[in-house]
């Protein structure tokens, strides 16, 4: 089974960026979509940007204009790029498999943006 560790996260202030990186212990060409995810405190974990294996993204509404999810296929890499962050993206950040579903879950990697 894949595994997925996660990085980049950090405190930054509104409007800031970060680049979040997750790094597969295998192959991810399989996967037809791979996909970030957050949970903040006391909230359901949500999902947040899938890219397909052809390249094709898709955002949730509320990062949509502002978050940029790729793939290195090659390195086995998954990226999101975060621009104008705002506190309400305060989270935990996920990587997995957006099809097939999510299996076991990394640790993640949080986010904080606060003045």
């Known amino acids: 089974q894949v595994q997925f560790v996660e990085s980049g996260g950090g405190l930054v202030q509104p409007g800031g960026s970060l680049r979040l990186s997750c790094a597969a212990s295998?192959?991810?060409?399989?996967?037809?979509?791979m996909g970030w995810y957050r949970q903040a405190p006391g909230k359901q974990r949500e999902w947040v940007a899938a890219i397909t294996r052809g390249d094709g993204v898709s955002y949730a509404d509320a990062v949509k204009g502002r978050f940029t999810i790729t793939r290195d296929n090659g390195k086995a890499m998954v990226y999101l790029q975060m621009n104008s962050l705002k506190p309400e993206d305060t989270a935990v950040y996920f990587c997995?498999?957006?099809?097939?579903?999510?299996?076991?879950w990394g640790q993640g990697t949080q986010v904080t943006v606060s003045s």
């Open positions: 295998g192959s991810i060409f399989s996967f037809h979509a």
């Open positions: 997995n498999t957006r099809q097939p579903p999510p299996s076991s």
